[in-house]
């Protein structure tokens, strides 16, 4: 197994078109060609982490978190992130990072909090836009079938909680082929009408190139038209943050203690009692002040995520709880998901979970 077979296994989770455009997902260091002799999973790359694939004999590293974010313009070791290029590409260690595309997946870093958290009904707390597309093509009616069986084996025609969705409009399509042409359907140099039905479909988006590659291999013509465009539609499972509710609402002070010893917290920075009870969530591993006006739109109890400055608590405006229960601590299981995913697509490969404790704030 090569490293770009195990970046494929994690698009299946996380895709990368997902990112979000600030972000440095996908891979890092190394060559996508190398063999795979094992891999460690981490939520960041420190030294020790690298000195923990090397002893483990681990020539990929899978870090959520991307080592390099802003960019080298030097690789002298004099920061952290200097030395950890370093001594990667010294042992001919890859580093992966699959970040916001996993902050945006539906089975990802959210979905593991509301896990953890026994949230139930989750939906999207910000939909990403521009993730829906939509194919027509042209294809005689003859072959309609197959080509839209085509589009859709590889995910094509997919819409929220529905697949094999198609819209088609039988007519009649004309051509003529010239002389360097090589028609399957009617003779080049003659103007040639044909009955053609016009396929319409959507997809997701990271899905653009399987699509096209489906229908270029599946559709009889020598040349094949089609289009592509964008819809405004919301996709109801990529975006970031979640919101879910409890069976059960508890009392404002019971659930602070409870996320406090769920998330392994030493501490829960939160905004003013509001004296009702918590039953509706809404959570964002990482730094999530950007959601407290979504979070508050969407009618939610109490938000919980990281980072929060002074100002933001300000924004609770006595009308949701807000809780930080501190960065690492709100994505700490998130290596635990991605271990987890891997063994179950790879059962009989060494796939280790980090034990280096990478976070870099401690409580007195």
């Known amino acids: 197994m090569k490293v770009k077979d195990v970046i494929a296994l994690l698009e299946e989770l996380s895709p990368l078109s997902y990112s979000e455009g600030f972000d440095n997902t996908g891979l890092l260091v190394g060559d996508e060609n190398t063999k795979v002799s094992g891999i460690l999973v981490t939520l960041d790359t ?112 997919s819409i929220g909680n529905y697949e094999n969705c198609s819209f088609n409009i039988e007519g009649s399509g004309s051509f ?4 360097d042409s090589s028609p399957v359907i009617g003779k080049k140099g003659d103007l040639h009408f044909e009955r053609e039905t016009q396929i319409g479909i959507t997809f997701s988006k990271h ?66 009692l509001l004296k009702k009870k918590i039953k509706k969530v809404a959570v964002l591993g990482g730094s999530g002040s950007f959601a407290i006006e979504t979070a508050k739109n969407a009618d939610a109890d109490a938000f919980i995520s990281a980072d929060f400055k002074y100002h933001d608590f300000f924004k609770a405006e006595n009308t949701i709880l807000l809780a930080d229960i501190g960065h690492y601590e709100s994505e700490q299981f998130t290596k635990d998901l991605i271990h987890s995913f891997l063994k179950k697509k790879i059962t009989n490969f060494a796939i280790l979970l980090s034990q280096t404790n990478t976070n870099p704030i401690s409580y007195l």
């Open 46 to 157: 420190l030294e020790q982490v690298v000195d923990e694939a090397i002893e483990n004999n681990c020539n990929l590293i899978v870090s959520f978190h991307p080592i390099i974010f802003s960019g080298l313009k030097k690789i002298t070791g004099k920061t952290y992130v200097e030395r950890v290029v370093q001594k990667a590409i010294k042992h001919d260690i890859a580093i992966f990072s699959n970040h916001t595309a996993l902050d945006n997946s539906w089975n990802g870093v959210n979905a593991m909090i509301c896990k953890k958290l026994g949230l139930k009904n989750r939906s999207i707390l910000i939909p990403q836009d521009a993730t829906i597309k939509k194919l027509i093509t042209f294809v005689p009616t003859k072959d309609a079938e197959k080509v839209r069986n085509a589009l859709f084996a590889v995910g094509g025609g």
């Open 207 to 272: 899905l653009q190139s399987k699509i096209l590659k489906a229908l270029f291999q599946s559709h009889p013509y020598e040349e094949v038209a089609y289009e592509i465009t964008t819809l405004e539609n919301q996709n109801q499972h990529i975006g970031i943050g979640m919101i879910g509710e409890f069976d059960k609402a508890m009392p404002e002070l019971e659930f602070l203690e409870f996320i406090k010893r769920t998330m392994k917290t030493d501490c829960v920075r939160h905004s003013s």
């Open 176 to 179: 003529k082929g010239n002389e």
